[in-house]
């Protein structure tokens, strides 16, 4: 029997992930259970070595630990090196070695969402792994402008630097006038609850001619995201577009098997 799993802290309960995929092995009738690993944040190296003592196949690693892993894996894709965070494992000859699938979900899920990014202007919330994930992809796909908006500057700053784009400080009065064809929230917050102050800037941004908003988060009955699309008169998608496609490819990598997104969507409206 295979082995994979997802890495995070206590969120890794919460995850739709393991009844999405357990639902896609058994239709493909491979032996195989996904199951969720919560970690401690000073216990991620053991965890990491842990699956390779244990030959778990592979993991898909969420916040907060996306760019922490790096240092304890044997090597990194072209593609996760480049981005400079991981969300997939791949366990192979006694080696742990890293990829993103993130990236690749993202343009999956703007394509799923009839978004042409080329020529477009893209507005980015937050400066994580999965920020960096989208700044790669919107980049490679031709976005005419990107602006990344974090509440550490400096690391938005750092972000935006090799992609030639605009960064700017959550705190900068600049965020409200800004204008965007994309709008996208790769922070962790999307209720009021989780970040009142996010929340109030997301009622007053301007975004005149907004098309789309996506939200990476999913499962939010509260989402302030939504209701600034909404009001700007935008299309809106939350995250479970994505975690379906980052997880088709996650498991390619793991198996060989290509699988349609189309069965990964059905496991997520199963476990909902």
Not at 54 to 77: M, W
Not at 198 to 221: E, I, P, Q, W
Request: hydrophobic letters at 45%; aromatic letters at 6%.
């Amino acid at each position: 029997m295979k082995v994979f799993g997802i890495i995070s802290d206590e969120r890794a309960l919460k995850s739709k992930s393991p009844a999405m995929h357990t639902r896609v092995l058994g239709r493909q009738g491979l032996d195989g259970v996904y199951v969720p690993f919560r970690v401690e944040p000073d216990r991620l190296g053991e965890a990491v070595r842990g699956l390779r003592a244990l030959g778990v196949s592979g993991a898909n690693v969420t916040v907060p630990y996306k760019e922490r892993v790096i240092p304890f894996l044997d090597g990194l894709s072209e593609e996760a090196e480049a981005i400079g965070a991981v969300n997939t494992i791949v366990g192979r000859n006694g080696l742990l070695l890293g990829h993103n699938t993130d990236a690749g979900g993202f343009s999956d899920s703007l394509e799923g969402a009839g978004f042409q990014a080329a020529g477009r202007s893209a507005l980015v919330f937050g400066t994580g792994g999965a920020a960096k994930a989208v700044a790669f992809a919107l980049h490679r796909l031709g976005a005419a402008s990107l602006t990344i908006v974090g509440r550490n500057g400096a690391r938005a700053a750092e972000l935006a630097r090799p992609f030639q784009a605009r960064s700017l400080p959550l705190a900068s009065p600049l965020v409200r006038r800004l204008a965007a064809d994309l709008v996208v929230n790769a922070t962790s917050a999307s209720s009021r609850t989780e970040s009142p102050e996010l929340a109030d800037l997301a009622a007053g941004l301007n975004l005149a001619g907004c098309r789309l908003v996506l939200d990476l988060n999913y499962g939010r009955s509260d989402n302030f995201w939504r209701d600034l699309a909404a009001a700007r008169g935008a299309a809106f998608r939350d995250g479970l577009l994505m975690l379906a496609h980052q997880a088709r490819r996650s498991l390619a990598l793991w198996t060989g098997l290509e699988v349609e997104v189309e069965e990964f969507l059905a496991g997520l409206e199963e476990g909902s």
